[in-house]
């Protein structure tokens, strides 16, 4: 009864609010579209957790075994941090700086991947709060235009009914701009942590790509 009681109020509040409470809908659809996309691929197809996969990579390069962490990275599918580590087992042979290219490279086309959409999600909470404050004018303009023209008895109720209508506004436009805000943070903080473990984990392939040729060599000496 509860939860019907409250439906039913944000179904009428949405009907006060006047016009401008589809655009502020509109605005609140795409923001929630966005996160679900954002929030399932960052969390589950480019994740994975850093130091254990590494952790698995670094026992096959040690053990000289560059095939089989190439097949742990394969087995990631569509995960940031195998595809850059591969990029830079394939290049295993090459010099230094070559594997740096290559783990550069990677990285590079990992970041439109994890930072896409994420910038509209700070551009819809700006559009939310403006169109929160325009219904808010509006239903104003409304109200004491009304007010003006109306008969004394009347005014009371026309001017509660503008008020109304622009607090509506206002309160939807901040509901929807205070998730976006929200969402946004989580998910550009998640964003980043991908983005600083391609470098913190492409490093240290690196180092023990360099170690394992310098082991060699000392064993061919």
């Not at 404050?133 to 109720?157: E, H, N």
Request: proline fraction near 2%; charge should be neutral; glycine fraction near 8%.
């Amino acid at each position: 009864m509860e939860s019907q009681g409250f439906i039913q109020g944000i179904i009428v509040a949405f009907q006060q609010g006047g016009f401008w409470m589809v655009p502020i809908a509109i605005a609140f659809g795409c923001s929630i579209a966005f996160t679900v996309e954002r929030f399932v691929r960052l969390y589950f197809h480019y994740n994975v957790e850093g130091s254990r996969f590494m952790f698995e990579v670094q026992k096959y390069i040690l053990a000289n075994d560059l095939d089989g962490a190439i097949r742990i990275c394969n087995s990631a599918k569509e995960a940031a941090l195998p595809k850059v580590i591969k990029a830079g087992l394939q290049r295993a042979s090459r010099n230094d700086e070559q594997i740096q290219n290559a783990i550069d490279a990677a990285s590079l086309e990992m970041i439109p991947k994890l930072e896409r959409r994420i910038p509209y999600l700070a551009l819809i909470a700006n559009i939310a709060t403006l169109l929160g404050l325009l219904g808010t004018i509006s239903g104003l303009i409304k109200s004491f235009g009304a007010v003006a023209l109306a008969d004394p008895a009347q005014r009371q109720a026309i001017l509660a009914h503008g008020i109304s209508e622009a607090m509506s506004a206002t309160a939807f436009g901040l509901v929807t701009a205070i998730f976006t805000m929200v969402a946004h943070g989580i998910l550009s903080a998640k964003a980043t942590q991908i983005l600083e473990e391609l470098d913190e984990f492409g490093v240290k392939l690196l180092d023990l790509l360099s170690a394992r040729k310098y082991k060699h060599s000392s064993e061919k000496a």
